[in-house]
């Protein structure tokens, strides 16, 4: 869709334990792999305790990127925050959402636990946002519009979080405008160096990432040349690396 | 060390393929496990691109945590940007280091590379940055210290990045105060909801990190039970929590 300028993102994932190093972050990589299929560019992945910290880069993100994915910090349990955080973060009340209610109760139901004061805490959210449900856990996630940036919360259990990330998707499709094109070659006879005057050319070209990594042996060199943009605009920059490559005697690899 | 307070960091990965998802971001959570062996609490792991983004979390970071430690952006290429990020972002000038220069004379002479002006630069870095060789690749890194806030400065590649982070280690020693105390236990017979009532009397109490997890099956739960803490205070928060496991019926698993 040329014109139409690309949706930038902030991955934000609440959690001591990644912090502690007691879990490994796999939401925000999954997260960044796939808002980058669907044609966003994610700006910033940002890992934060539960507690201030997560609030202030909440409030940061508005109006500075189109969309922040957030992950964790949903749950029954006092450390389970981040709807509180948000609504602090954008100056709106937290309060029990309706909708989001129904969804705790009925899985609280299917799932055969007791309906406790703290399960129903999940169900508030800042006002204004829009419920999403939570087909594989308890905890609803939600979308919430402000000021011309849309957050997805999304819970921090992998198989909860990819599942509700793809229902938000679906309601947000407008928002996507599709993979980015992507073009890949090895050379070998060449190195890094070698590219640097077409690299440093490219590099002026915001639209275009360009990327070469070192991909050879002693005594046999080689480069790797990735060509990837949102913009559509792979073409004119490979063939100029493709042409650079040549000249300086390196030859493609299958 | 009772009275000294605890070090805070920010990790901060620069990265724009780990932000487009084509690498997976594994030095992050390694320094997050290895900042808490050394009894540093993490307060925010940030990935950003090699631009102005970058600048601005190093400025952020500036008197509000005591450590940064920084990793990629060190090669030779043109997006390999870091020391000029970290230049800007401080006002320092960014100079070559002669000792630096003298490190990857060494290292382009062993590895058998060419002395190019692009490999030189990987010898510019901000003024007063002390140098880290870097023993397995080229690119040395640094360490920075700057109004109260220790900049350690690592190259993307983990075997690089894991051997200078020891090195910087070690002569960052006095900032150490060695690990957090770690209390665990998994209880079965109860759920989480029967710890609320301790753990919300334990989330006044800021030194003391506490999670639950639910830990069973249908028709048989359990909870895991987990305390940190920086300073020292797991026996008293975990003793309170055992006691309210036991009086809600629950046994511990060995």
Chains 1, 2 share one sequence.
């Not at 449900?133 to 999304?154: K, S, Y």
């Not at 915001?206 to 949102?230: A, D, H, M, N, W």
Request: aromatic content about 6%; proline content about 7%; overall charge neutral.
């Amino acid at each position: 869709m040329p014109g139409q300028t690309v949706p930038r993102a902030w991955i934000v994932t609440l959690g001591n334990e990644v912090l502690l190093g007691e879990v490994e972050n796999t939401n925000a990589g999954w997260l960044a792999r796939r808002l980058t299929s669907l044609g966003v560019r994610v700006r910033r992945m940002v890992t934060s305790p539960d507690d201030e910290e997560s609030a202030e880069i909440f409030r940061d993100a508005v109006g500075r990127v189109e969309l922040v994915v957030s992950t964790g910090g949903l749950g029954p349990t006092y450390d389970d925050r981040t709807m509180y955080l948000l609504s602090r973060a954008l100056g709106l009340p937290l309060e029990r959402n309706p909708a989001a209610e129904e969804m705790v109760r009925r899985r609280v139901a299917e799932r055969g636990f007791q309906l406790t004061p703290a399960r129903l805490k999940m169900a508030d959210m800042p006002r204004g946002a829009e419920p999403l449900e939570n087909r594989v856990g308890t905890a609803p996630g939600a979308i919430l519009r402000h000021e011309g940036t849309t957050f997805v919360v999304l819970p921090g259990v992998p198989a909860e979080m990819t599942r509700m990330f793809e229902e938000a998707a679906a309601r947000l499709a407008g928002m996507w405008r599709g993979p980015p094109c992507r073009r890949e070659a090895t050379f070998q006879g060449i190195v890094e160096a070698d590219l640097a005057d077409a690299l440093m050319e490219l590099s002026r070209d915001e639209s275009v990432y360009v990327k070469t990594q070192p991909r050879g042996q002693p005594g046999r060199p080689g480069v790797r040349i990735l060509v990837i943009s949102f913009e559509g605009r792979c073409d004119e920059a490979f063939a100029r690396l493709l042409q650079a490559a040549r000249a300086a005697g390196g030859s493609a690899l299958e």
